[in-house]
């Protein structure tokens, strides 16, 4: 099991940077890919960044350049750094991570999706 916690959200205007935090905890966390997913008012879920557990690092088009996710594993804290802000980052973000089977291997995000997720951040970007 793993749980999220996601900290960070707030509104701010077009060209600010805000720090996305998400502590995990639980006996399969850190183990797996991780990442972060948003939702803008009437739009799907999407990925924004990922970790993978080899540490391969996947980013949406949208954000590249823009934002950096990261990891501090003495924490247990992954992080989503984001600058020049852009009203259609406005989004609720999720932290998310991968399952992990009986055998201890990690359950791809990209064949069966994430398997936890917080309760999410809202983020506001205004102009």
């Known amino acids: 099991q793993v749980q999220l916690v996601e900290s960070g959200g707030g509104s701010v205007q077009t060209g600010d940077t805000l720090k996305l935090s998400c502590l995990y905890s639980?006996?399969?966390?850190?183990?797996?890919?991780m990442g972060w997913y948003r939702q803008a008012p009437g739009k799907g879920r999407e990925l924004v960044a990922v970790?993978?557990?080899?540490?391969?690092?996947t980013y949406t088009g949208a954000v590249k350049g823009r934002f950096t996710i990261s990891e501090d594993t003495v924490k247990r804290t992954i992080y989503l750094q984001m600058t020049n802000l852009k009203t259609e980052d406005t989004a609720k973000y999720y932290c998310?991570?991968?399952?992990?089977?009986?055998?201890?291997?990690?359950?791809?995000?990209?064949?069966?999706?994430?398997?936890?997720w917080g309760k999410g951040v809202l983020v506001t970007i205004s102009s």
């Open positions: 998310a991570a991968e399952g992990v089977t009986s055998s201890g291997s990690c359950r791809s995000y990209r064949t069966y999706g994430m398997q936890y």
């Open positions: 970790i993978s557990e080899t540490g391969t690092i």
């Open positions: 639980g006996a399969d966390s850190g183990a797996c890919g």
